[in-house]
């Protein structure tokens, strides 16, 4: 509203108010004239991604595209320097690989085609960077290589003077490799690298850096290790390695499965190793015996005065390696075991004609089970063995039922060993009866 009811005409005849209005109009008019004649200006738009549709390719031919992740190219526009230069444009402008002409897997040349998102862009695309990148189209596939350790030794030998050390074991034998068929098959094995100290004296494990490798040694473009770090035929892995403490220790044999009584097998068994000595590694204390075979009396089966000959294999056994000598490292070496009994006595302990004729009794019988003897099999004696003159006196009282691997559900007709309840005597052999479960 105008004061005093003064018309807005009248305005115009106010100098003060004329000379403002002239000045406002005058900064509207310039402002306008400059945007609208202002010339136009050229700039160049950097790294902008090219697309790769291959939905029609995946979808006929199974192939996917292979190296297309970061492909950009670089555009030229021209526009109003205000248009131009707005971050808007970068998200207009659109760069598509063209897959039409892939027809099959291979390396492919597609055609750049760049234009705007926006029907009528306010800005013209004058030229980019390239027309046209190589991708690679392929199957998708996966396969396991194996893991190989290729380790640089800082100073010296790994393992320090008076010790060795076994082969460097990664965490896993083999990873899985993923990507172009073409480059997969052609992967034989991840090399492991790292450098690490030497002189150690004690197991140590450290992280290698995996690298995917040809049959002539070239990395694969394209091909990576599933479930490690995302980087392409890269990764990491850890991998470990046992310090042994060299030694040179008697060899000795254990025995299992000692007849009742007898609580040291020096006692009735003489035995000889050879050789009788050898070079051990220890990963824990050293001894002055190791234990190389471990054989049951049962096995055990000449009579008094014979010999019974084994040959074993020993590696590596509760923390206790045997040096190979070539190698330098843990390794197989071949020891003659020749095992002699003292004074044993053969005799036979006379069955009855009919089963129920037979009172067995009955060890670990741990669910109380109860049963009748139905069967005393063909034989019609028992053959045992005793220290010195104690098998003479054995008689069926000393036969024993050993339930202990009868389970609580058993029914029916079953096979149970037949033990001797005696000390220092054992049954030459194995011998069961066979007895029906009672519900």
Same mark, same amino acid.
């Given at each position: 509203?105008?004061?005093?009811?003064?018309?807005?005409?009248?305005?115009?005849? $106010?100098?003060?108010?004329? &000379?403002?209005?002239?000045?406002?109009?005058?900064?509207?008019?310039? /402002?306008?004239?400059? @945007?609208?004649?202002?010339?136009?200006?050229?700039?160049? /738009?950097?790294?902008?991604?090219?697309?790769?549709? #291959?939905?029609?390719?995946?979808?006929?031919?199974? &192939?996917?595209?292979?190296?297309?992740?970061?492909?950009?190219?670089? @555009?030229?526009?021209?526009?109003?320097? =205000?248009?131009?230069?707005?971050?808007?444009?970068?998200?207009?402008?659109d760069a598509v690989a063209n897959t039409g002409s892939v027809t099959k897997a291979g390396?492919h040349k597609l055609t750049i085609e760049v234009g705007s998102v926006s029907t009528r862009?306010?800005?013209?695309?004058?030229? =980019? #960077?390239?027309?046209?990148?190589?991708?690679?189209?392929?199957?998708?596939?996966?396969?396991?290589?194996?893991?190989?350790?290729?380790?640089?030794?800082?100073?010296?030998?790994?393992?320090?003077?008076?010790?060795?050390?076994?082969?460097?074991?990664?965490?896993?034998?083999?990873?899985?490799?993923?990507?172009?068929?073409?480059?997969?098959?052609?992967?034989?094995?991840?090399?492991?690298?790292?450098?690490?100290?030497?002189?150690?004296?004690?197991?140590?494990?450290?992280?290698?850096?995996?690298?995917?490798?040809?049959?002539?040694?070239?990395?694969?473009?394209?091909?990576?290790?599933?479930?490690?770090?995302?980087?392409?035929?890269?990764?990491? /892995?850890?991998?470990?390695?046992?310090?042994?403490?060299?030694?040179?220790?008697?060899?000795?044999?254990?025995?299992?499965?000692?007849?009742?009584?007898?609580?040291?097998?020096?006692?009735?068994?003489?035995? !000889?190793?050879?050789?009788?000595?050898?070079?051990?590694?220890? %990963?824990?204390?050293?001894?002055?015996?190791?234990?190389?075979? !471990?054989? #049951?009396?049962? *096995?055990?089966?000449?009579?008094?005065?014979?010999?019974?000959?084994?040959?074993?294999? =020993?590696?590596?056994?509760?923390?206790?390696?045997?040096?190979?000598?070539?190698?330098?490292?843990?390794?197989?070496?071949?020891?003659? /075991?020749?095992?002699? &009994?003292?004074?044993?006595?053969y005799s036979n302990i006379a069955l009855p004609s009919q089963p129920d004729s037979l009172?067995?009794? *009955?060890?670990? $019988?741990? +669910? +109380?089970?109860? =049963?009748?003897?139905?069967?005393?099999?063909?034989?019609? %004696?028992?053959?045992?063995?005793?220290?010195? *003159?104690?098998?003479?006196? &054995?008689? !069926? $009282?000393?036969?024993?039922?050993?339930?202990?691997? @009868?389970?609580?559900?058993?029914?029916?007709?079953?096979?149970?060993?037949?033990?001797?309840?005696?000390?220092?005597?054992?049954?030459?052999?194995?011998? #069961?009866?066979?007895?029906?479960?009672?519900?």
């Amino acid at each position: 509203m105008i004061k005093n009811g003064r018309k807005l005409s009248e305005l115009f005849y $106010n100098n003060k108010f004329l &000379l403002i209005f002239s000045v406002v109009a005058a900064v509207i008019i310039w /402002i306008v004239v400059a @945007v609208e004649f202002s010339p136009e200006t050229e700039i160049t /738009i950097r790294n902008v991604p090219v697309r790769v549709v #291959s939905t029609g390719v995946a979808n006929s031919m199974n &192939l996917e595209p292979f190296g297309a992740e970061n492909l950009t190219v670089d @555009v030229t526009v021209v526009g109003k320097r =205000y248009i131009v230069e707005d971050d808007s444009v970068v998200k207009d402008i659109d760069a598509v690989a063209n897959t039409g002409s892939v027809t099959k897997a291979g390396n492919h040349k597609l055609t750049i085609e760049v234009g705007s998102v926006s029907t009528r862009p306010q800005y013209k695309i004058v030229s =980019y #960077s390239v027309s046209e990148v190589e991708v690679l189209f392929d199957y998708y596939v996966e396969k396991q290589v194996p893991v190989n350790p290729v380790i640089s030794i800082e100073n010296g030998e790994f393992a320090a003077e008076g010790y060795f050390a076994a082969d460097f074991e990664p965490e896993v034998e083999k990873v899985t490799v993923y990507g172009p068929k073409s480059e997969v098959e052609s992967v034989m094995q991840a090399d492991a690298y790292a450098t690490v100290a030497g002189n150690m004296t004690e197991n140590n494990g450290f992280t290698a850096s995996l690298k995917l490798v040809k049959p002539n040694g070239d990395t694969p473009k394209y091909a990576g290790i599933k479930s490690s770090k995302n980087d392409i035929a890269s990764g990491d /892995i850890f991998i470990n390695t046992v310090i042994y403490k060299e030694a040179v220790a008697n060899t000795a044999v254990t025995f299992t499965d000692l007849p009742a009584g007898l609580a040291d097998a020096g006692d009735m068994i003489e035995y !000889t190793v050879e050789p009788a000595s050898a070079v051990f590694g220890f %990963s824990d204390g050293v001894s002055e015996a190791v234990s190389v075979a !471990t054989i #049951s009396f049962n *096995d055990l089966d000449f009579k008094s005065g014979g010999e019974k000959k084994f040959v074993v294999e =020993y590696s590596a056994s509760r923390g206790v390696a045997v040096k190979d000598t070539e190698t330098g490292k843990p390794g197989t070496q071949t020891f003659t /075991i020749r095992v002699s &009994l003292r004074d044993v006595q053969y005799s036979n302990i006379a069955l009855p004609s009919q089963p129920d004729s037979l009172v067995i009794k *009955d060890i670990n $019988n741990k +669910h +109380h089970l109860k =049963y009748e003897i139905v069967s005393l099999g063909d034989s019609q %004696s028992i053959s045992v063995c005793g220290f010195g *003159d104690k098998a003479y006196s &054995l008689t !069926t $009282n000393d036969l024993q039922l050993d339930f202990s691997a @009868v389970t609580e559900d058993a029914t029916g007709e079953i096979e149970v060993p037949v033990v001797l309840g005696a000390d220092y005597c054992w049954i030459d052999g194995n011998y #069961s009866v066979k007895v029906k479960i009672i519900k």
